[in-house]
């Protein structure tokens, strides 16, 4: 199935979905009908008992996922409050659709920005060697609010920090990720679907409900700290984020995007 930028494909016989961001040629930025196409998805398998793990992973083997289409950031509508912002990637991962159904991410060049939305509701990370990971933020005059927040559960609050304040500048190679917690294994380039498929299929291979149960109680464990600090991002990305113009000034002064390396 591929609807909305957004590719599914279903494994009967090992119980093992992966989502794949289908939109290589602009780095699967995340444009509003994706994000709404992944809610979709994300909540649609709790109703598929024949999906039992699920991996996800970016088209072209380039990037991941590079956040969210520019041009389709600037047509969110902002509520004059800053203790409220609507993020268009808030739901776009699995936990915030209610599924505790475990999700491997599988990493093939850039991941930045909006990217650790995804990888910050995965289970486990897996990264091809020449992956990298960063956040742009910063650089373009933006706060770093939902991501740093979710980074802050895997990572080491200094590894997270140096991130988030390089922004553009510092770009986190799969080993170093996989030194600080963030990756779980590191594979050849081009290997870490395969890898993540098989690790999938193990887990969807022993009882769903124990698997689910597990996949519960771990985030429980960092839930309540997760939530707190949530509920100061709105805010914090209101009353810090320069104007959008300014904003696009930076970004096209600054090379217009993201380059690979």
Not at 23 to 30: Q, V
Request: net charge neutral.
């Amino acid at each position: 199935m591929s609807a909305g930028g957004i590719r599914v494909e279903r494994d009967g016989e090992s119980g093992v979905a992966v989502v794949t961001l289908d939109r290589a040629e602009k780095h699967n930025a995340i444009t509003l009908e994706m994000a709404r196409t992944l809610g979709e998805v994300w909540r649609g398998f709790r109703y598929e008992d024949g999906v039992r793990a699920v991996v996800v992973t970016g088209a072209g083997g380039r990037a991941f996922c590079t956040g969210v289409d520019r041009a389709d950031a600037g047509r969110v509508p902002q509520p004059s409050s800053p203790y409220a912002i609507d993020d268009p990637l808030l739901a776009i991962g699995p936990k915030a659709n209610d599924l505790w159904k475990p999700v491997v991410a599988a990493v093939e060049g850039m991941a930045c920005g909006g990217a650790f939305y995804l990888l910050g509701e995965a289970e486990f990370v897996i990264a091809g060697r020449d992956a990298t990971f960063f956040d742009p933020h910063t650089t373009y005059g933006m706060v770093s609010a939902f991501e740093t927040v979710l980074m802050a559960q895997r990572m080491p609050y200094g590894e997270v920090a140096r991130m988030a304040l390089m922004g553009s500048a510092e770009r986190v190679s799969a080993r170093r990720a996989y030194e600080t917690g963030l990756v779980g294994e590191v594979t050849e380039p081009g290997g870490a679907l395969a890898a993540a498929r098989t690790a999938a299929a193990v887990v969807a291979s022993y009882p769903t409900e124990a698997v689910q149960g597990t996949v519960r109680a771990l985030w429980a464990a960092k839930e309540a700290a997760r939530t707190a600090a949530l509920s100061h991002a709105p805010h914090l990305v209101a009353l810090g984020n320069l104007p959008p113009e300014r904003q696009a000034e930076l970004f096209t002064g600054r090379g217009g995007g993201f380059r690979l390396r």
